[in-house]
C-alpha cells in the first residue's frame, strides 16, 4: 500500500495510474456499495487525469486521517453545499492554466439531493465544466442514518423509525431539466453499461451528471454480499431504470427490465430498512409502471425526432 502525503489536502506526488483511485486498506464497510462504485470509476479513469472534490459523507472519511489517503488522486475535501463551487474553481483553474484534467465531484445524497442542491443547481446552469457523481445510498450514512430527500416510501431510518411517508425525488429528471450535456444513472451490476458511461462522461465537456444507487449494508440493514444483487433486482424490477438523456430532451433507456414482481420481492425483503407493514408493493408496482410510461414516451419522442 502506497498512501502519499497531502499538503493543503491535495496529494502532491504525480499519480501513478497503476495505483487504484481506492487504495486497500480504506475504512468503508464491507460490501459498501460506494466502495464499487470508486473501483469502476478507477477503471473508467484509466489514465486521465482527474481531480475530485468529495463533500462531508462518507466518500471524504474514505481518505482517512492527514497527511495520509486512500485515494490514488488529488482529493479536495469541501464544505457540504460547496463541492460544485469548489469544483467550478479548480475546473476554471485547469482551463485557464491548458490542463487536461478532468473535475470530478463525489457526493452523497445528502449531499447532492438536499444541502449541495444550490451549488449543483448553479454550477449546471453556468454548465461549468464538470462531472458529477451522486453515490445514492438514499440515507445521510456517515452520521448514522438519517433521512434524505432520496430515501424511498417506506424506508425506516433513525428520523423516520415508522417508514418515510415521502416518494424520493427524481434526481434525474431535475438534472436534466437543466439541460447539461449528460446526465444519466448507471448499475453497479451492469459494469460494460456503467464503465463506459462513465468513460463517456469523462469524455465530455460541460456539466455531466451520474447517479448511482449505491447499497449501503449499514443502512439499509441487508447482507454485505447481497448489494449488486439488490441494486440487478432494482434494476430488472423498474425500480432503478438505467437510462441517460443528453442535452435535457434526448432520453434513452440502456437497460430494458422485465418489470419482474420477484425481483421487486426480494428488493424489499431482503433489507432490514423495510419493515412489512410500511409499504404497498402493489403501490410501488403502479409507481413503477407510471414511471416507466412517462420514460418510455420520452424515448419514443426522443427516437422520432432525432
Ligand atoms: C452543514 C453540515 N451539516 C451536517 C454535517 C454533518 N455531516 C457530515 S457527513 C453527513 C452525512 C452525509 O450524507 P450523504 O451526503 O448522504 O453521504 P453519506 O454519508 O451517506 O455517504 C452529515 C450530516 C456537516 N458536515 N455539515
Ligand atoms: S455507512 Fe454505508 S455508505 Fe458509508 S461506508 Fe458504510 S456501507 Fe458505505
Given at each position: 500500500?502506497?498512501?502519499?502525503?497531502?499538503?493543503?489536502?491535495?496529494?502532491?506526488?504525480?499519480?501513478?495510474?497503476?495505483?487504484?483511485?481506492?487504495?486497500?486498506?480504506?475504512?468503508?464497510?464491507?460490501?459498501?456499495?460506494?466502495?464499487?462504485?470508486?473501483?469502476?470509476?478507477?477503471?473508467?479513469?484509466?489514465?486521465?487525469?482527474?481531480?475530485?472534490?468529495?463533500?462531508?459523507?462518507?466518500?471524504?472519511?474514505?481518505?482517512?486521517?492527514?497527511?495520509?489517503?486512500?485515494y490514488?488522486?488529488?482529493?479536495?475535501?469541501?464544505?457540504?453545499?460547496?463541492?460544485a463551487?469548489?469544483?467550478?474553481?479548480?475546473?476554471?483553474?485547469?482551463?485557464?492554466?491548458?490542463?487536461?484534467?478532468?473535475?470530478?465531484?463525489?457526493?452523497?445524497?445528502?449531499?447532492?439531493?438536499?444541502?449541495?442542491m444550490?451549488?449543483?443547481?448553479?454550477?449546471?446552469?453556468?454548465?461549468?465544466?464538470?462531472?458529477?457523481?451522486?453515490?445514492?445510498?438514499?440515507?445521510?450514512?456517515?452520521?448514522?442514518?438519517?433521512?434524505?430527500?432520496?430515501?424511498?416510501v417506506?424506508?425506516?431510518?433513525t428520523?423516520?423509525?415508522?417508514?418515510?411517508?415521502?416518494?424520493?425525488?427524481?434526481?434525474?429528471?431535475?438534472?436534466?431539466?437543466?439541460?447539461?450535456?449528460?446526465?444519466?444513472?448507471?448499475?453497479l451490476?451492469?459494469?460494460?453499461?456503467?464503465?463506459?458511461?462513465?468513460?463517456?462522461?469523462?469524455?465530455?465537456?460541460?456539466?455531466?451528471?451520474?447517479?448511482?444507487?449505491?447499497?449501503?449494508?449499514?443502512?439499509?440493514?441487508?447482507?454485505?454480499?447481497?448489494?449488486?444483487?439488490?441494486?440487478?433486482?432494482?434494476?430488472?424490477?423498474?425500480?432503478?431504470?438505467?437510462?441517460?438523456?443528453?442535452?435535457?430532451?434526448?432520453w434513452?433507456?440502456d437497460?430494458?427490465?422485465?418489470?419482474?414482481?420477484?425481483?421487486?420481492?426480494?428488493?424489499?425483503?431482503?433489507?432490514?430498512?423495510?419493515r412489512?407493514?410500511?409499504?404497498?408493493?402493489?403501490?410501488?408496482?403502479?409507481?413503477?409502471?407510471?414511471?416507466?410510461?412517462?420514460?418510455?414516451?420520452?424515448?419514443?419522442?426522443?427516437?422520432?425526432?432525432?
Amino acid at each position: 500500500m502506497t498512501h502519499e502525503p497531502m499538503i493543503g489536502g491535495i496529494a502532491q506526488t504525480p499519480l501513478d495510474r497503476s495505483d487504484p483511485l481506492l487504495r486497500p486498506g480504506n475504512t468503508n464497510c464491507g460490501g459498501c456499495g460506494m466502495s464499487i462504485g470508486l473501483n469502476m470509476l478507477s477503471r473508467a479513469i484509466g489514465k486521465r487525469n482527474v481531480q475530485i472534490v468529495i463533500p462531508a459523507c462518507c466518500g471524504i472519511v474514505t481518505a482517512g486521517p492527514f497527511p495520509w489517503s486512500a485515494y490514488g488522486a488529488p482529493v479536495v475535501a469541501s464544505t457540504f453545499a460547496s463541492a460544485a463551487a469548489v469544483a467550478t474553481g479548480l475546473s476554471r483553474a485547469a482551463n485557464l492554466q491548458k490542463r487536461d484534467t478532468r473535475v470530478l465531484c463525489w457526493a452523497g445524497d445528502g449531499g447532492t439531493y438536499d444541502i449541495g442542491m444550490a451549488t449543483l443547481s448553479a454550477a449546471a446552469e453556468r454548465n461549468e465544466d464538470i462531472l458529477y457523481f451522486c453515490y445514492d445510498n438514499e440515507i445521510y450514512g456517515n452520521t448514522g442514518g438519517q433521512r434524505s430527500s432520496a430515501t424511498p416510501v417506506g424506508a425506516r431510518t433513525t428520523t423516520t423509525p415508522k417508514g418515510k411517508g415521502r416518494q424520493k425525488k427524481d434526481i434525474l429528471a431535475i438534472m436534466a431539466a437543466h439541460r447539461i450535456p449528460y446526465a444519466a444513472t448507471v448499475s453497479l451490476a451492469h459494469p460494460e453499461d456503467c464503465i463506459q458511461k462513465m468513460e463517456k462522461a469523462l469524455d465530455l465537456r460541460g456539466f455531466r451528471f451520474l447517479h448511482i444507487l449505491a447499497p449501503c449494508p449499514t443502512g439499509w440493514k441487508s447482507e454485505p454480499a447481497e448489494g449488486v444483487q439488490l441494486v440487478r433486482a432494482a434494476v430488472r424490477s423498474g425500480l432503478f431504470p438505467v437510462v441517460e438523456v443528453e442535452d435535457g430532451r434526448k432520453w434513452k433507456i440502456d437497460i430494458q427490465p422485465d418489470f419482474s414482481r420477484e425481483e421487486l420481492a426480494f428488493y424489499f425483503e431482503h433489507q432490514g430498512r423495510f419493515r412489512k407493514g410500511f409499504f404497498d408493493l402493489d403501490e410501488i408496482v403502479r409507481e413503477i409502471q407510471e414511471h416507466w410510461e412517462e420514460l418510455e414516451e420520452k424515448a419514443r419522442r426522443t427516437e422520432s425526432a432525432y
